[in-house]
């Protein structure tokens, strides 16, 4: 019965250990998706020179996972709340809780939400480059990490399972 135990202990603890490792891919990913949806947003906003409630719109449709959500929540709200700046803002906020993303990238999200929409389309270009630099020396750094991170994250996993059964003998 105690074998059952300790298998059960050391099961759950590395099983949390990969969570944790596939949600620091989930991260890159969705930074690489949040990366390709402000450039689709540029796009947008330079050629076909749309409301930004319809690029929003558009962009939940072609964009899946949390970041396409992202975008249909604003494209809903705006028509409640005509403060773009602090609608992006909270809701930059919420993606925390469905998305993999940490307060880093929510910092960038909402240092690009307060330029959008108050600049000329060369200004909000150079604002989005800068965005777009913001990103890429987020995911630079997050994937010269993610090797290391990912295994480790499973290897304490097993090993604090292993241990709180060396405890509890």
Not at 14 to 25: E, M, R
Not at 56 to 66: N, P, Q, T, V
Not at 72 to 96: Q, V
Request: proline residues 1%.
């Amino acid at each position: 019965m105690n074998g059952i135990g300790a298998l059960l202990i050391v099961s759950a603890s590395t099983l949390i250990g990969y969570y944790l490792s596939v949600q620091f891919t989930q991260r890159i990913k969705q930074i690489t998706t949040l990366k390709a949806a402000i450039q689709l947003l540029e796009a947008e906003m330079v050629y076909s020179q749309r409301d930004l409630q319809s690029i929003f719109c558009d962009l939940s449709k072609r964009i899946e996972g949390a970041i396409g959500l992202f975008f249909e929540k604003i494209a809903a709200k705006m028509n409640e709340i005509n403060d773009l700046p602090t609608l992006w803002s909270e809701e930059s906020e919420r993606i925390k809780y469905y998305s993999a993303l940490k307060q880093n990238e929510v910092d960038i999200l909402k240092q690009f939400g307060q330029t959008l929409g108050h600049y000329n389309i060369e200004q909000q270009k150079k604002q989005i480059q800068l965005t777009l630099i913001h990103i890429d020396r987020a995911l630079t750094q997050i994937d010269q990490n993610r090797t290391d991170k990912s295994r480790l994250y499973q290897v304490i996993g097993f090993l604090t399972g292993v241990f709180i059964v060396l405890v509890l003998i």
